[in-house]
T-cell receptor, first 117, second 112 residues
Framework: GAVVSQHPSRVICKSGTSVKIECRSL??????MFWYRQFPKKSLMLMAT?????????EQGVEKDKFLINHASLTLSTLTVTSAHPEDSSFYIC?????????????FGSGTRLTVV | GENVEQHPSTLSVQEGDSAVIKCTYS??????FPWYKQELGKRPQLIID?????GEKKDQRIAVTLNKTAKHFSLHITETQPEDSAVYFC???????????FGTGTSLTVIP
């Protein structure tokens, strides 16, 4: 099936710094990728839809200046958490779908555990 | 936007028994309903999905039912096994190409 790679898997950063998370579709092209945030033992909250070649679409309540999304190519979307604060600590996970195998649904990346100290 | 509710939040069953998880959605335009299984520390994995033109779908021990009129859908796991223990999420979206809105999750524990 489709493979989505996400890096880094874990990152610890200081308050005030920025962190970039990468989501790559390894064996397919993805014009659309989705970014989710998951708190411990909680559901996945859709943050934004990343669109190749255009601006991301953010869900209500998600700060676009805080969570910068860039989808510069058909295989890569990045999420940058800017000026990170401890409350940004969370599990961030992306997903994408191989349109050639649409019946397989969306595949998730392995997630990134962000800890802001 | 879409609002998906999921119940129960936790569920414990004896090995071999059945488990049922229920979800409701608010947007009548939603027409694609996947179920994901997430083991601790791992990514969610699609286990089954159903589209609005189908009322029921089955894959071995797993089945999903959909009632469009009532806007609810359910996951049924029969003959549960310890390896079924995980968190299960339902989701709803308008076609498979759009964003998903997830339920709050059900932590299933199968007791050997």
């Amino acid at each position: 099936g489709a493979v989505v790679s996400q890096h880094p898997s874990r990152v610890i950063c200081k308050s005030g710094t920025s962190v970039k998370i990468e989501c790559r579709s390894l064996d397919f092209q993805a014009t659309t990728m989705f970014w989710y945030r998951q708190f411990p033992k909680k559901s996945l909250m859709l943050m934004a839809t990343s669109n190749e070649g255009s601006k991301a679409t953010y869900e209500q309540g998600v700060e676009k200046d805080k969570f910068l999304i860039n989808h510069a190519s058909l295989t890569l979307s990045t999420l940058t958490v800017t000026s990170a604060h401890p409350e940004d600590s969370s599990f961030y996970i992306c997903s994408a779908r191989d349109l050639r195998r649409a019946q397989d649904g969306y595949t998730f990346g392995s997630g990134t555990r962000l800890t802001v100290v | 936007g879409e609002n998906v509710e999921q119940h129960p939040s936790t569920l414990s069953v004896q090995e071999g028994d059945s488990a049922v998880i229920k979800c409701t959605y608010s947007d009548s335009a939603s027409n694609y309903f996947p179920w994901y299984k997430q083991e601790l520390g791992k990514r969610p994995q699609l286990i089954i999905d159903i589209r609005s033109n189908v009322g029921e779908k089955k894959d071995q021990r797993i089945a999903v039912t959909l009632n469009k009129t009532a806007k609810h859908f359910s996951l049924h796991i029969t003959e549960t096994q310890p390896e079924d223990s995980a968190v299960y999420f339902c989701a709803a979206s308008i076609s498979t190409g759009n964003q998903f809105y997830f339920g709050t999750g059900t932590s299933l524990t199968v007791i050997p």
